[in-house]
């Protein structure tokens, strides 16, 4: 669920804008601004490619990885990593390609950036031991299903680096049906996100756990800033994330380039704000960002609680993505998508989005708001229109259809200390699914547990889930990413290559006949009204059989100092740091480095002490 994370935003498909003058702002050794954010919350994971238990937690990812293209604000797709991309014929195998080229860029150690990075990346997502819900989004390219499936290796994948700075992809046979640069397009707009960033595979493979247990050794930088420090806390200890500007992007010239021409602050400070007390209890964290907004000491902030920085002056845009409800269909409970049904037609959706404020706006279908239709500038929620109707009376209907009109079951939800908004939301809604005659339990998962996917939806836990609670956040702009997964075969689910005939289904563990079909005919049409008429199918089909219902859409909402400008924001409302200017920033820079000699002289005589 949405908490007051503040800078941390720079997202997915986004950060492409470079500072387009020569000068600087630099005077002798001076690095530039260190600027300070407010955070309430540190990432489960920093692999890209992974599920989120926050929506947004997965937003870190666009400081520390860079991708091939972007989607700007104006909703339009503009190259970032790549500086060229296209359609071309191969005459040889004659197979439909295309190409990205790449521009220099480098690495956070000082590696230049090549294609290998992306493709190692983007097999590994497709690999059948990979969970990652973005999987499908990469099945035009030929032989890519049967890679996941087990059924052929990485080695089949129509997917090469030709050289260091060029990746060419070939597609499925038949799916480019006409218009070769048309499909170019759409692919690279499909890439214009943060789980298809590059990654360094001799830091993945041989560091054990590298995206959850996090040593900043081993999260190597692609983007703007690399991971300095990371603090997760501890007794009446503070609890933050230090990024530093990447002296390696697009500079390609280090001796002589300019330091701050790519990106112009040296710092971004994520502070948590609150400590944890002896009980593990987090204290003040959004009563201490408030008073330090109003300060003048914070700087930025994003998807904060109304109610605490209610004087603010606050702007949003549609953040493409969701709060989901998922329903185990393997519990007899909820085998019958009646029972499911009902039990999405009895919530008031307007009620929940109360709960969530910061902008959430009632779910009207599974997919978000701000997904693209068709091209650029039209709505696929617009088009699709409200398929989520609260009618009690018709919920006991189908439950009494159903002939189900009790049971005991629990809500999952990850537990948010502080705000403790997905508790409130969870019992608002078992209190409505209680009045159809259920026993409805609530149970909250602590928030920073990196293995609550793992415990409650890969069965690591004693007792599967009933009901589980998550963010679905895959901000992207096609709707296939959000109906796609629960395909069979589509899911991005892991598959035991041991048994060919075996396959996860969603987690959810749905799987429809009819919809797995009209999946893979949306998956393999390249035209654009076509599949946009079988995603609405499928859609309907989702809402209509409810595996997972959708609750709310997020928005993402964002103040910003009088003092930070040149702060821009992407399509997706996520903001661009790489041109911030922070007035006075020297004076700033002076004051924290005051700030942390006093903290560490503290900290020295504490340990004297003791």
């Known amino acids: 669920m949405r908490k007051v994370l503040c800078l941390l935003l720079i997202s997915c498909m986004l950060l492409g804008?470079?500072?387009?003058?020569?000068?600087?702002?630099?005077?002798?050794?001076?690095?530039?601004?260190?600027?300070?954010?407010?955070?309430?919350?540190?990432?489960?994971?920093?692999?890209?490619?992974?599920?989120?238990?926050?929506?947004?937690?997965?937003?870190?990812?666009?400081l520390v990885y860079s991708t091939l293209t972007a989607i700007n604000g104006e909703g339009e797709l503009e190259g970032y990593v790549a500086d060229e991309w296209g359609y071309f014929y191969d005459d040889i195998y004659l197979e439909d390609k295309m190409y990205f080229t790449l521009e220099e860029t480098g690495w956070s150690d000082g590696r230049a950036l090549s294609a290998d990075d992306f493709v190692y990346a983007w097999k590994r997502i497709l690999s059948p031991d990979n969970n990652s819900p973005y999987a499908a989004l990469l099945y035009c390219i030929k032989n890519a299903k049967n890679v996941k499936n087990g059924d052929m290796t990485s080695d089949d994948l129509g997917l090469v680096a030709a050289d260091d700075k060029r990746i060419e992809v070939t597609f499925e046979d038949g799916y480019v049906n006409k218009n070769g640069d048309e499909v170019a397009a759409q692919f690279a707009e499909a890439v214009a996100n943060v789980a298809f960033a590059p990654l360094r595979e001799d830091k993945?493979?041989?560091?054990?756990?590298?995206?959850?247990?996090?040593?900043?050794?081993?999260?190597?930088?692609?983007?703007?800033?690399?991971?300095?420090?990371?603090?997760?806390?501890?007794?009446?200890?503070?609890?933050?994330?230090?990024?530093?500007?990447?002296?390696?992007?697009f500079r390609n010239d280090e001796e002589n380039d300019i330091l701050d021409k790519a990106v112009v602050p040296h710092k971004i400070i994520c502070e948590l704000n609150g400590s944890v007390n002896a009980n593990g209890e987090e204290v003040g964290s959004l009563e201490q960002l408030a008073a330090d907004y109003?300060?003048?000491?914070?700087?930025?902030?994003?998807?904060?609680?109304?109610?605490?920085?209610?004087?603010?002056?606050?702007?949003?845009?549609?953040?493409?993505?969701?709060?989901?409800?998922?329903?185990?269909?393997?519990?007899?409970?909820?085998?019958?998508?009646?029972?499911?049904?009902?039990?999405?037609m009895a919530i008031d959706r307007n009620e929940i989005a109360k709960i969530?404020?910061?902008?959430?706006?009632?779910?009207?279908?599974?997919?978000?708001?701000?997904?693209?239709?068709?091209?650029?500038?039209?709505?696929f929620r617009s088009k699709g229109g409200n398929l989520y109707k609260t009618d009690v009376e018709g919920a006991k209907a189908l439950l009494k259809q159903a002939k189900v009109t009790s049971g005991s079951f629990t809500i999952s939800y990850v537990e948010e200390k502080e705000s403790g908004v997905n508790k409130a939301v969870a019992e608002y809604v078992a209190s409505v699914w209680s009045g159809l005659g259920f026993d409805v339990k609530v149970k909250g998962e602590a928030q920073d547990n990196a293995y609550y996917l793992q415990s409650l939806i890969y069965g690591t836990s004693n007792k599967p889930f009933d009901v589980l609670a998550m963010d679905l956040s895959l901000s992207s702009t096609n709707a296939l990413a959000y109906l796609a997964p629960f395909a069979s075969g589509f899911s991005g689910g892991s598959v035991d290559i041991r048994d060919e005939a075996f396959v996860d289904a969603h987690l959810t563990h749905y799987n429809s006949e009819e919809y797995n079909t009209l999946a893979e005919q949306a998956v393999y049409t390249s035209d654009r009204n076509k599949k946009a008429e079988l995603l609405h199918k499928l859609e309907n089909l989702l809402v209509e059989d409810s595996p997972a219902i959708a609750l709310v859409f997020y928005k993402n909402s964002?103040?910003?100092?009088?003092?930070?400008?040149?702060?821009?924001?992407?399509?997706?409302?996520?903001?661009?740091?790489?041109k911030a200017e922070l007035e006075g920033w020297r004076d700033i820079n002076k004051k924290i480095e005051q700030e942390e000699e006093a903290k560490n002289a503290a900290a020295q005589q504490q340990a004297q002490g003791e």
């Open 558 to 578: 964002y103040a910003v100092s009088s003092k930070l400008s040149d702060v821009e924001h992407y399509y997706n409302g996520a903001p661009n740091f790489n």
């Open 17 to 62: 804008t470079l500072v387009a003058c020569n000068r600087t702002t630099l005077e002798g050794e001076e690095k530039g601004a260190m600027i300070k954010m407010g955070v309430a919350t540190l990432p489960n994971t920093f692999d890209p490619s992974a599920y989120s238990v926050d929506a947004d937690t997965s937003k870190v990812y666009s």
């Open 356 to 379: 969530v404020g910061c902008g959430a706006t009632a779910a009207t279908g599974f997919v978000p708001n701000g997904v693209f239709n068709t091209t650029s500038g039209s709505s």
């Open 294 to 344: 109003k300060a003048g000491n914070v700087y930025y902030l994003a998807e904060f609680n109304p109610n605490t920085y209610g004087s603010a002056s606050v702007s949003s845009k549609d953040a493409l993505a969701s709060y989901v409800y998922y329903f185990n269909t393997e519990n007899k409970l909820f085998e019958s998508k009646e029972v499911r049904k009902a039990l999405s």
């Open 204 to 249: 993945v493979e041989n560091a054990e756990e590298w995206s959850t247990k996090v040593n900043v050794s081993d999260i190597l930088s692609c983007g703007p800033f690399f991971l300095r420090s990371y603090n997760v806390g501890g007794k009446d200890s503070e609890r933050y994330m230090e990024f530093e500007r990447n002296k390696h992007f």
